[in-house]
């Protein structure tokens, strides 16, 4: 059935050539498919129209939802399309005013003088919380000790009070960070919905000094932009918050505050004290103007631990500013550099013994570290990758110290200086780097355990190779290689 038979292209209509026109054996095409099941092998689901416009908002006033939908077209026998066909989003108006009915209360207010439960008394209802599904219009009878379902609430109602959530067919669905309930976006520590962490950068050291005196000292500052701030230590000594008028938030005037949530700078600081000696500061942000931590010392500091995230752009005023005042974002590295020849221009630099002695070995050849492998490997289980300018270099007992200009990040795991020290683990590096020149050089951290020393290593046939527009390319390449 349904199948061409030969010779059927004789019964053609007067006119017409003898010969099918191309729309024409399409559509004989489509009409065997769908007639003749010979359609029962077509793979995949079918496809869904565009999306609707948005519905109203379900409240006049506070949190509510919008609606949207799309249908799916699909021939017979052909899968159901993958996908909802409805999206929710949250809408917020304006907060209702004080004394307005609860969306709940409203809904059990419905039912008030009408009969239930198969009998001719009525009741007055209002909300009951304290049912298993918090999606059902759930309403106690005021003045009895009883309460009654009286199906799904309508979508839109808050899940409870105080919560986010709102219900939606009957499920409590939270919305998020897109706006949309029952997704999974979430905002990354930067505050970006969805993000990878990768617009700010993480600021995290312990402040050790242990104060001359009794008294206030500056442990850092928190500028404008951070987020997630944490400050923390166990000691008789107190945190205190100056804002940017200079007036205190809490713990100021030699006065101690309770513990609590104290409004600073855009933000919500908690404050907590634990019975004891151990103190917390933490803050959501952003804040909205810098902040200054201190410590009240009234004994010896046995360090303050302090971490907060920072927008990549407002990182380099920060700097400066910490620098001016004193406060290293690092833990403090040796900044003086040991006296060296003039370099001659007619012969390479060497720098002489610190006292006289035999000639020095020469190094052995370094093994082979090209390839992409290499690469791959030094790139994703390296905490630093950059791009430096070697401006000095020391050789010592049995490593060699490098001063470099940083000059272009493109990993970190904490903030770097524009000047730091980068220290191989021989006299003989490998590979060696020579002075004045530009590297992508992949370096892991090592902090010694007392927490008084803070390294930037370069492993022994590590990633050290002269920069080049081709090596910066390859480097981005093996950036979305590494394993999550």
């Not at 000094?209 to 923390?232: C, K, M, Q, S």
């Not at 918050?241 to 100021?252: A, E, P």
């Not at 289980?381 to 950059?386: M, N, Y």
Request: net charge positive; glycine share 10%; charged share 20%.
């Amino acid at each position: 059935m349904g199948k061409l038979r030969r010779g059927e292209e004789e019964h053609l209509a007067p006119g017409h050539t003898g010969r099918p026109r191309p729309l024409q054996n399409l559509l004989l095409l489509l009409w065997t498919l769908l007639n003749c099941g010979l359609g029962g092998n077509v793979q995949g689901p079918g496809e869904w129209t565009p999306w609707g416009s948005w519905s109203r908002c379900s409240s006049s006033c506070g949190r509510g939802l919008s609606v949207r939908s799309r249908q799916c077209i699909r021939f017979p026998r052909e899968e159901l399309c993958w996908g909802d066909t409805h999206e929710y989003r949250l809408c917020q108006l304006p907060e209702c005013p004080p004394g307005a009915v609860p969306f709940r209360d409203l809904q059990c207010a419905l039912y008030n003088g009408h009969p239930v439960l198969g009998t001719q008394k009525t009741y007055q209802w209002v909300p009951f919380y304290g049912a298993p599904n918090q999606c059902d219009l759930n309403c106690l009878a005021e003045g009895h000790d009883f309460y009654h379902s009286f199906g799904r609430v309508l979508d839109g109602t808050p899940c409870s009070p105080g919560t986010q959530g709102l219900c939606v067919a009957g499920r409590c669905l939270r919305a998020g960070c897109d706006g949309l309930l029952g997704s999974d976006a979430r905002e990354d520590r930067c505050g970006r919905c969805g993000g990878a962490n990768d617009s700010c950068l993480f600021v995290q050291r312990v402040f050790r000094d242990a104060g001359a005196f009794a008294g206030y000292w500056n442990v850092t500052l928190i500028p404008e932009g951070a987020r997630h701030i944490r400050a923390a230590h166990r000691s008789r000594n107190h945190l205190a918050l100056m804002g940017g008028d200079g007036r205190y938030v809490f713990n100021g005037n030699w006065a101690v505050s309770p513990p609590g949530t104290y409004e600073a700078a855009g933000t919500r600081v908690v404050y907590t004290r634990v019975t004891g000696s151990e103190e917390t500061l933490r803050a959501a942000g952003p804040t909205s103007e810098d902040l200054l931590l201190q410590v009240l010392l009234q004994e010896p500091n046995p360090g303050v631990e302090f971490e907060f995230w920072l927008p990549r752009e407002r990182y380099g005023p920060f700097q400066a500013q910490a620098q001016a005042q004193g406060w290293s974002l690092r833990q403090p590295q040796p900044r003086e550099v040991d006296p060296q020849p003039p370099e001659s221009p007619a012969a390479p630099t060497v720098i002489p013994p610190r006292t006289p002695g035999p000639t020095p070995d020469p190094c052995p050849p370094c093994p082979d570290t090209r390839g992409r492998a290499h690469r791959l490997l030094h790139y994703c289980g390296s905490d630093f990758v950059f791009r430096a300018r070697v401006l000095g270099r020391v050789r010592q007992a049995q490593e060699t110290r490098y001063e470099v200009h940083v000059q272009l990040i493109y990993k970190n795991r904490s903030p770097l200086r524009a000047l730091e020290y980068v220290w191989a683990p021989s006299r003989c590096p490998c590979p060696p780097l020579a002075l004045h020149r530009d590297y992508l050089l992949a370096a892991r951290r090592l902090i010694s355990p007392d927490g008084t020393q803070d390294w930037l290593l370069l492993p022994h046939a590590g990633y050290a190779r002269p920069w080049s527009p081709a090596e910066d390319s390859r480097v981005r390449l093996a950036a979305r290689r590494c394993p999550l």
